[in-house]
């Protein structure tokens, strides 16, 4: 009786472990199939093509041919320079309100802030890109061409306002929660050494949530140079190098997905498509290692093993 | 004939309905070490916050009464941060800021708008000094507070306080996490620092109490039942229930 339970226990043990590790395991392989593939798709530019890396990268002369014969020009310069610029923009406009809401939701008004501006946030962040990327094209885009007297409203400035505001909630909730990591005790010692509010929050509570608040403004800019549907709507889809925040033009993620049902399978241009998209995989990669990066240096300054 | 740092009249305080301290009222002399002895939530912490204000960061407290320090009521004559820098205070468990321990210690000088490095290194070794621990730390200034070991720790966060220049030094159980012989260590030290501080500690140890204060309260149920010299509190109670707390009776 006892040896047939314990017998029980243990397979159902072992079964449930085993199904644990496969899950793991298939979406380890997952990834590494998913690299793999890009890498595959990707590299027929450089391969196949002969386009130099240096082409691909520092030239914006954008003109593969859509046949498997090649010759054409795959200069992405244009669309990674539309990422960089959107994206950089959209991190300048979003962090000052997104560290400034963490910091009132959590140390100003901190109730207020677990009862409704958290779930506000959160909604936010569940809003869906299209939902964004429409307002931004019915309110942001006719305002900007109003009040700047542009002849369009579609611009850089628009898909970072766009981006800003849906990467906003990322980097207010994940700062929200380093700045509440933060031990008690710190803001105690503060106070007690006559710190005001602000001193405390600036000299004490900020530099200990330092890392955890850069994870996350990483967090938002790795969302920011994924988005394409959003940012495709407002920015106005020229295949031209901007000159100012007002121009036209397009990004990695918005070539990608305008082109990608267009392009003959085994031409040069789907494969210069492909290559932007190992880009953006490496892109990520970069951002993801960052991220644990800072993590970890939370970590042990937590711990205080270095300093 | 000692002076009067803390003149506490009929000082009462409410946590929400709860009556947390009961009309109490004493003086505490300068220069000297007083300590707050009684049983767990007896009030002996939450009286010892009412001296720098600390209570004014915890919700639904309420006080009604006078405490005057150096003659100026602390809660309608000065504003809390001003208080807080003429009343340090060291808790229960060590907490230094995630920093070095150079920075620790020049937290307080740099928010008073201490910029020069050089001023700055004299407070530093002065206050690491004072607080006995300069010799040990003095090759590890610029390595993270959070390393050292908690007798360490304290004693730092003690120098951080001295850093500010307070008047009196506020200790909430200062030892309670820490091993025989860092405790003596800052039980010398508080003994050292009474000739330009006055300091007032909480204990849970009543030999702690008997070794280094000079004056002691004892506490029951949020009421001061008995304070006095300390040599006579622990050889003469005079009430009852403080016979019974020092002879390990309760507690």
Redesign the interface.
Known sequence: MNTTTQKGMFGKEYAWRGIAVLCGLFVIALTLVIGAFLIYKGSDTFLKFGHTLWEFLGSAKWHPVDSAEGGGAAGALIFITGSLVTCGLALLIATPFALGSAIFMTEISARFGEKFYRPVVEIFAGIPSVVYGWVGLTVLVPFIRNVFDRQVGHSILAAGIVLAVMIFPTITSVSADAILAVPDACRKAAYGLGSTRWQTIRHIVIPAAAPGIISGIILGLARAFGEALAVSMVIGQTTALPKSIFSTTKTLTTEIASQMGNAMEGGELKSALWSMALLLFLVSLLFITLIHYFTNKGKAKAEGGKA | MLKTKFEIEHLNLHYGSFHALKNISMKIPANEITAFIGPSGCGKSTFLKTL?R?ND?EENVTIDGTVRMDEKDIYSEMDA?????DV??V?Q?P??????VYDNVA??P??FGIRKKSQLDEIVERSLRQAAIWNELKDRL???????SGGQQQRL?IA??LA?QPKVILMDEPTSALDPISTSKIEDLAMELKKDYTIIIVTHNMQQAARISDKTAFFLLGEAIEYGKTEDIFARPQDKRTENYITGRFG
């Open positions: 720098n600390m960061l941060i001003t208080l807080r820098h340090g205070m808790f468990q907490n230094p800021f995630p920093k070095s937290y307080g740099r928010i610029k390595k993270s507070a959070l390393g050292l966060c951080r306080t500010i």
